[in-house]
């Protein structure tokens, strides 16, 4: 069975980046045909895809995101790792780490960490 968990800080103060690390178990992040993506959930809205890193080490970002964010991982530790720099009380949410197929579907996801950006 695949895992994935999120971990990182609750809580951020504005201006600072937000550092989140997702620690996959049972499958290496480096498998062909997997691609690890990182996603959002803001209150009262919907899924916000971020971004993600193909098993081979390209990354693609959301274009609303790209200039603030980055993606990079830890193979050593089967681990792939959000950064997020100059967050706002907008970029609070429940953020997700999840692995995608070839046909774009998520199949394992993590159980999101709370994420509130406040002073």
């Known amino acids: 069975q695949v895992q994935l968990q999120e971990s990182g800080p609750g809580l951020v103060k504005p201006s600072e980046t937000l550092f989140l690390t997702c620690t996959v178990s049972?499958?290496?992040?480096?498998?062909?045909?997997?691609?690890w993506v990182w996603i959002r959930q803001s209150p009262g809205k919907g899924l916000e895809w971020i971004g993600y890193q193909a098993s081979f080490g390209v990354t693609v970002y959301s274009p609303s995101l790209k200039s603030r964010i980055a993606i990079s991982r830890d193979t050593s530790k089967n681990q792939f790792t959000l950064q997020l720099t100059s967050v706002t009380p907008e970029d609070t949410a429940v953020y997700y780490c999840?692995?995608?197929?070839?046909?774009?579907?998520?199949?394992?996801w993590g159980q999101g960490t709370q994420v509130t950006v406040s002073s």
């Open positions: 999840a692995r995608q197929l070839s046909d774009w579907s998520l199949d394992y």
């Open positions: 049972n499958v290496s992040i480096t498998t062909s045909g997997y691609v």
